[in-house]
Nanobody, 119 residues
Framework: VQLQASGGGVVHPGGSLRLSCAAS????????MGWFRQALGKQREFVAA???????NYAVSVKGRFTVSRDSAKNTVNLQMNSLKPEDTAVYYC??????????????WGRGTLVTVSS
């Protein structure tokens, strides 16, 4: 299994970024996929998830600003992040959440991508 996130960078507060995660080695099409993040010195936390039928759910802290989507033809899951805040600064990862809240995941963590929101 490979999970490789990309698209991170440095952005000013209020800016936008679009992250992508390429997944392989499992049945992507049939599974719910999620985004998670880990800020320096903090525990990893759930951000958003998209189900096989494109249903979505979000952490309260990002709802209304972030949009998760998937492209099952390309085995990718995307995260459009708008109105970014300094507290969104973190390394972002994708994985397969085993429960609705994203407390448990299926696979070892893959490569993350760093998002830095700073003026």
């Amino acid at each position: 299994v490979q999970l490789q996130a990309s698209g991170g960078g440095v952005v000013h507060p209020g800016g936008s970024l679009r992250l992508s995660c390429a997944a392989s080695g499992f049945s992507f099409r049939r599974n719910r996929m999620g985004w998670f993040r880990q800020a320096l010195g903090k525990q990893r936390e759930f951000v958003a998830a998209v189900s096989a039928d494109d249903g979505t759910n979000y952490a309260v802290s990002v709802k209304g600003r972030f949009t998760v989507s998937r492209d099952s033809a390309k085995n990718t899951v995307n995260l459009q992040m708008n109105s970014l805040k300094p507290e969104d600064t973190a390394v972002y990862y994708c994985n397969l959440p085993l429960d609705y809240s994203g407390s448990y995941v299926r696979f070892p963590w893959g490569r993350g991508t760093l998002v830095t929101v700073s003026s």
